[in-house]
């Protein structure tokens, strides 16, 4: 805690402009000022200004503040705290909605914890995704595809291609750090029908993966099986199923909901 009264009191600071343009127009003639925080990237403090005609602080208002700083300081480092989690929360959202995802976290029972802009607008218009009551129908998905993870396409209205959807199974704690909640699982929402060659060739060049390997991961990420990727690239699958491997092997995976999970967080814009 520092009092003013020695530089407040001083000629040089009564001749000052900081004294006559701010604090003598306003009837502040004394300071006391305690450091809430101080460190390298941040400086603040709490400043209580006397009028000249006001009472001086008493020994005992002195003594009082000098106990209540250490509560000020921790209101302050509480309040930084949920700033901050609440900046990254918005970040999380922000960057998932622009990478074109539509994510909903689930709970054990299947409770929607959190659904993005994307995946709520798919809820409305009952596009492949339904809901109710705060939960999403899953009844043809496992509990063993929360828990461990899985691929799978949602049908959609005639003309509509399905839906590709990866459930991520959560590590505990994960959730916890963007303030949703308890969620075992992540719901990854991608359109099959949006351009996913630009995040796969950028994956392709950061994990250096042959053209052929990017193609295929491509497919992957939109939810089709090994077997129609095959056909759809016009090889065999057994030739698919090596490609699959080579990519596993250089981005240190072993499953394709790995690779997925590895795909999603990479392409994620931040």
């Not at 991608?190 to 994956?203: N, Y």
Request: glycine share 8%.
């Amino acid at each position: 805690m520092r009092r003013g009264w020695s530089v407040t009191q001083s000629a040089d600071y009564k001749a000052s402009e900081y004294f006559n343009d701010w604090a003598r127009p306003q009837g502040w003639m004394e300071i006391v000022g305690v450091d809430l925080v101080r460190n390298a990237t941040n400086v603040g403090g709490l400043a209580l200004w006397r009028s000249a005609g006001a009472l001086e602080l008493s020994p005992e208002a002195m003594d009082l503040l000098r106990r209540v700083t250490p509560h000020l300081r921790r209101a302050f480092s509480i309040r930084t705290a949920l700033d901050q989690a609440a900046c990254a929360e918005e970040t999380m959202k922000r960057a998932v909605q622009a990478a074109g995802f539509a994510l909903v976290l689930l709970a054990a029972d299947g409770k929607v914890a959190f659904a993005n802009e994307r995946a709520e607008t798919l809820l409305r218009r009952q596009s492949g995704l339904y809901g109710a009551h705060g939960r999403i129908d899953l009844s043809g998905v496992s509990p063993a595809a929360l828990a461990g993870g899985a691929t799978f396409n949602i049908s959609r209205g005639a003309g509509e291609s399905p839906l590709a959807v990866h459930i991520l199974p959560l590590r505990k704690g994960q959730a916890d750090r963007i303030g949703v909640g308890s969620p075992i699982a992540a719901m990854f929402i991608l359109d099959p029908s949006a351009d996913f060659e630009a995040r796969a060739a950028e994956f392709g060049r950061r994990f250096n993966l042959t053209t052929a390997e990017t193609r295929l991961l491509a497919r992957v990420a939109r939810g089709e099986g090994l077997l129609a990727t095959a056909r759809g690239l016009g090889v065999t699958e057994h030739t698919a199923r090596t490609h699959l491997n080579r990519i596993f092997s250089k981005t240190d995976t072993t499953r394709q909901a790995d690779l997925v999970r590895q795909f999603l967080q990479t392409t994620l814009p931040i």
